[in-house]
């Protein structure tokens, strides 16, 4: 897998679990640790995802 798919898989990611965020009604840790993660990742790659969040 190159680098840009790297990249556009962490990114798809990254908004399926704000999508799943933007929907919760509770607290989930998981969720929000999996999102955490996320953007680690993401900024690994050098994204700015500020202006993916919800």
Known sequence: MSLEEQKEVAINR?????????????????????IKVAKVKLSSFGIDY?????
Request: net charge negative.
């Open 14 to 34: 990254y908004v399926d679990l704000m999508r799943i965020k933007a929907h919760e009604t509770g607290e989930n840790k998981e969720l929000d640790y999996q």
């Open 50 to 54: 500020s202006e993916l969040d919800l």
